[in-house]
C-alpha cells in the first residue's frame, strides 16, 4: 500500500476518524466472535481479514499509527457487547448491518475527497469494493435484512413526533391550567388523538404508495414493457400499527412524570430530552444517519415547540382568564 503525502488539517482529522473507525469495527467484530452463535461466528471470521485489512491500509494511508480507541470509542463497544450478549444473535446481526451502513457512507466521503489523486485511486476503489461488495454479501447472506430502513422511518417518525408534541402540550398547558390533574387528562387524551391520526395518516399514505405503484406495473406489462419485480414495501396496516404505537410511547415519555407526581413541565421537559437523545442516537446508528446532527435537530425542535406552546399557555390564561 502507498503511503500519502503530507496531510493537511483537514486530513489528520479525517484520518484519526477513519483509523479510530475501522479499530473499532475490528475490535467488535472479535468481541463478537466470542459470544456469537456458531453461524455468526464464521461470518465474522470471514469479516476480521476484512477489516485487519482496511485497518492497515488506512493506516499507512495517512501515515498515522493508532493503536488505542478513545473513551468514547469505548464506552460504544462496550454498550453493543453487552446489548449483543442480552439480545443474542438479533442484535449480533442488527449490529453488523448498522456497521455495514455506516462505512458505506464514510468511504464515500473518502472516495469523493481523493478520487481525483491518480497515484492512490485504485488502491482506494480497492478498498471501496471490499466494503461494497464482499461486506455486503458477506452481512446480508441468503437472509433478508433485519434492518428495514421504512420500518425505521416509521419509528423515528412515531417517536419524534409523540416526544415533541405531547412535551409541547404538556408545557402549555402546565402555562395556561397550572393544574396537574388537568395536565395529565388533557396530555393523554391529545396523544391518544395523535397516535390514531398519525396511524391513519401513515395507512392512508402507504396504501396510496401501493395502488400507484401496483397501476403504473399493469400499464406497463399491458403494453408490453418489461418490468422489474417491485420490492414489497411494508403493509399499510403494519405501517399504520408501527408508527401509532410509536407515537403513542413518545407521548407517554412526557406525561409519565405528571402522572407520578410532577407539578410543573421541567420533569416532562428533561425527561423527553434525555430519551429523545437516546433515540436519535439509537436509530441513527442502525440508519447510518449522523447522530450528533439527529440530536441536535431534535433538541432544537423541542425547544421550539416548548417556548411556542408555553407563551401560547400564558397568553390564553390572560386573555381568556383561564383558572382551574
Known amino acids: 500500500m502507498t503511503s500519502s503525502p503530507a ?17 473499532f469495527d475490528l475490535s467488535l467484530y472479535r468481541t463478537l466472535h466470542a459470544i456469537a452463535p456458531a ?5 465474522l471470521e470471514a469479516l476480521i481479514p476484512v477489516e485487519t485489512r482496511h485497518f492497515a491500509f488506512w493506516q499507512d494511508f495517512f501515515g498515522l499509527r493508532v493503536q488505542r480507541l478513545d473513551a468514547g470509542r469505548r464506552i460504544k ?6 446489548l449483543c450478549r442480552i439480545f443474542g444473535a438479533p442484535a449480533i446481526h442488527l449490529a453488523l448491518e448498522a456497521i455495514e451502513v455506516h462505512g458505506v457512507r464514510k468511504y464515500l466521503q473518502v472516495w469523493d ?4 489523486d491518480a497515484r492512490l485511486r485504485a488502491a482506494l476503489r480497492e478498498v471501496l469494493e471490499d466494503e461494497f461488495k464482499h461486506e455486503d454479501a458477506t452481512v446480508a447472506g441468503d437472509e433478508a435484512r433485519k434492518i428495514n430502513p421504512e420500518r425505521v422511518r416509521n419509528i423515528f417518525l412515531g417517536l419524534n413526533d409523540g416526544l415533541v408534541e405531547i412535551v409541547g402540550a404538556v408545557s402549555g398547558f402546565f402555562a395556561a391550567f397550572g393544574n396537574a390533574g388537568m395536565v395529565l387528562m388533557a396530555g393523554i387524551t391529545v396523544g391518544v388523538a395523535g397516535a390514531i391520526s398519525m396511524a391513519a395518516g401513515a395507512y392512508v399514505a402507504t396504501s ?4 400507484v405503484r401496483d397501476t403504473e406495473t399493469a400499464r406497463r406489462r399491458f403494453l408490453g414493457e418489461t418490468t422489474a419485480d417491485a420490492e414489497t414495501g411494508e403493509s399499510a396496516l403494519g405501517s399504520a400499527i408501527v408508527v401509532g404505537l410509536s407515537y403513542f410511547a413518545g407521548a407517554l415519555v412526557p406525561v409519565l412524570p405528571v402522572l407520578f407526581g410532577a407539578h410543573t413541565a421541567w420533569p416532562s421537559l428533561i425527561t423527553a430530552g434525555t430519551i429523545i437523545i437516546v433515540v436519535s ?3 441513527a446508528f442502525l440508519s447510518g444517519m449522523n447522530v450528533r446532527r439527529r440530536i441536535v435537530t431534535n433538541l ?4 421550539a415547540a416548548v417556548g411556542i406552546t ?3 399557555g400564558i397568553v390564553t390564561k390572560a386573555v381568556f382568564g383561564i383558572a382551574v
Open 113 to 116: 475527497r481523493y478520487r481525483d
Open 7 to 23: 496531510a493537511t488539517s483537514a486530513d489528520v482529522r479525517l484520518a484519526k476518524r477513519l483509523i479510530l473507525d475501522e479499530l
Open 281 to 283: 442516537m439509537l436509530l
Open 39 to 43: 453461524d455468526l461466528r464464521r461470518t
Open 300 to 303: 432544537v425542535i423541542i425547544a
Open 77 to 82: 463497544l462496550a454498550l453493543l457487547a453487552l
Open 310 to 312: 408555553y407563551v401560547i
Open 208 to 211: 396510496s404508495e401501493a395502488e
